[in-house]
């Protein structure tokens, strides 16, 4: 685990409100949309699949604003709800979490761990960038956590 400083993105994304506890059946429905968005759009995607976070917690009842999109090189006329947004610089503390997306949370709970016993104090926002995705299950899951820092 690492802290660094990331460059500005331009995201094309969909927003919307959904809380942890419902995070997998949000999610799945979004995913597809946004996938078949950029493709339709001919976005010229800069990455994978990223997942920003804005007000998560430890209660997963709470809910969130979830932001699931790509960075992308250039903006685009849009439409069906989506959004273009350029990032600011992103101080956070990263680590690579490899493995089925029900066990992630194992990964949390040491970066916060880490956080909390060397008074690192968060942002509002995390992301997960999906290096490698096959499907929730999957062993071969490898997502890069983005923790944003204070």
Same mark, same amino acid.
């Given at each position: 685990?690492?802290? *660094?400083?990331?460059? +500005?993105?331009?995201?094309?994304?969909?927003? &919307?409100?959904?809380?942890? #506890?419902?995070?997998?059946?949000? !999610? !799945?429905?979004? *995913?597809?949309?946004?996938? !078949?968005?950029?493709?339709?759009?001919?976005?010229? =995607?800069? &990455?994978?699949?990223?997942?920003?976070?804005?007000?998560?917690?430890?209660d997963l009842? =709470?809910?969130?604003?979830?932001q699931i999109?790509?960075? *992308?090189?250039?903006?685009? +006329?849009?439409?069906?709800?989506?959004?273009?947004?350029?990032?600011?610089?992103? #101080?956070?503390?990263?680590?690579?979490?490899? &493995?089925?997306? !029900?066990?992630?949370?194992?990964?949390?709970?040491?970066?916060?761990?880490?956080?909390?016993?060397?008074?690192? #104090?968060?942002? %509002?926002? /995390?992301?997960? *960038?999906?290096?490698?995705?096959?499907? +929730?299950?999957? +062993? %071969? %899951?490898v997502t890069? /956590?983005?923790?944003?820092?204070?």
């Amino acid at each position: 685990m690492e802290q *660094v400083m990331l460059a +500005p993105k331009l995201y094309f994304y969909l927003e &919307g409100k959904t809380s942890l #506890k419902n995070i997998m059946e949000y !999610a !799945a429905a979004k *995913v597809q949309l946004a996938n !078949a968005e950029a493709e339709r759009m001919n976005m010229e =995607k800069t &990455g994978p699949m990223e997942f920003i976070y804005f007000g998560a917690t430890y209660d997963l009842e =709470k809910e969130i604003t979830l932001q699931i999109g790509f960075p *992308v090189k250039s903006e685009k +006329p849009i439409e069906n709800g989506f959004r273009f947004r350029k990032s600011q610089d992103f #101080k956070c503390l990263t680590n690579t979490y490899k &493995g089925e997306m !029900a066990n992630s949370g194992n990964k949390y709970e040491s970066l916060f761990e880490y956080m909390w016993d060397n008074s690192i #104090k968060s942002s %509002n926002e /995390i992301r997960e *960038v999906y290096r490698c995705f096959e499907f +929730p299950d999957s +062993p %071969n %899951n490898v997502t890069e /956590i983005q923790i944003g820092l204070v």
